[in-house]
T-cell receptor, first 114, second 115 residues
């Protein structure tokens, strides 16, 4: 069993829909939880990060972490065609500056159609 | 543009050969990470260097090796290549120090095809 599980999709939604992406994990030591976005033929870029449990909102994006269930989510409101990409969850057991290696989910491919 | 530069962008080589992938981290970043991305495995951590020294090792094969030079650029050497080594290889860099979260910035990757 991989340490981070993520449904690869693909997920296809109409413009304006609310998108829900999620990951589960098995390592209780994970402290930082990240969402990366990867466009085709590009490197991943950080979208949001959360430390420990809780919610974090940034514009149309909301990240949620439930450490008791080992479950994290990313919600995208009012989705746009430009949101079409692969979304990868990532986690780290490091503390702050010693973030160290990241453990990635396989990524969920999202398409938002006009 | 993340500021992390990887060369070459594409590489096609035959089985049994050896290749070197190069990474220049963002200015000021002391830590370099190498990841392999394949369709079936996703992004897998290979190795991390910090200021010239190996800091952490992941699922890196013995046929693979890496190093970080005094100017902080890094090279990933892949030898005795097999068809299954075909993948995207990403380099990432980050500032390591202080107490706050430090983002890892990824390069655009090197696409390796072994034929």
């Amino acid at each position: 069993q991989k340490e981070v599980e993520q449904d690869p999709g693909p997920l296809s939604v109409p413009e304006g829909a609310i998108v829900s992406l999620n990951c589960t994990y098995s390592n209780s030591a994970f402290q930082y939880f990240m969402w990366y976005r990867q466009y085709s033929r590009k490197g991943p870029e950080l979208l949001m990060y959360t430390y420990s449990s809780g919610n974090k909102e940034d514009g149309r994006f909301t990240a949620q972490v439930d450490k008791s269930s080992k479950y994290i989510s990313l919600f995208i409101r009012d989705s746009q065609p430009s949101d079409s990409a692969t979304y990868l969850c990532a986690m780290s057991a490091g503390r702050g500056s010693t973030l160290g290696r990241l453990y990635f989910g396989r990524g969920t491919q999202l398409t938002v159609w006009p | 543009d993340s500021g992390v530069t990887q060369t070459p962008k594409h590489l096609i080589t035959a089985t049994g050969q050896r290749v070197t992938l190069r990474c220049s981290p963002r200015s000021g970043d002391l830590s370099v990470y190498w990841y392999q991305q394949s369709l079936d495995q996703g992004l897998q951590f290979l190795i991390q260097y910090y200021n010239g020294e190996e800091r952490a090792k992941g699922n890196i094969l013995e046929r693979f090796s890496a190093q970080q030079f005094p100017d902080l650029h890094s090279e990933l050497n892949l030898s005795s290549l097999e068809l299954g080594d075909s993948a995207l290889y990403f380099c990432a860099s980050s500032v390591v120090g202080g107490r706050d979260f430090t983002e890892a910035f990824f390069g655009q990757g090197t696409r390796l095809t072994v034929v």
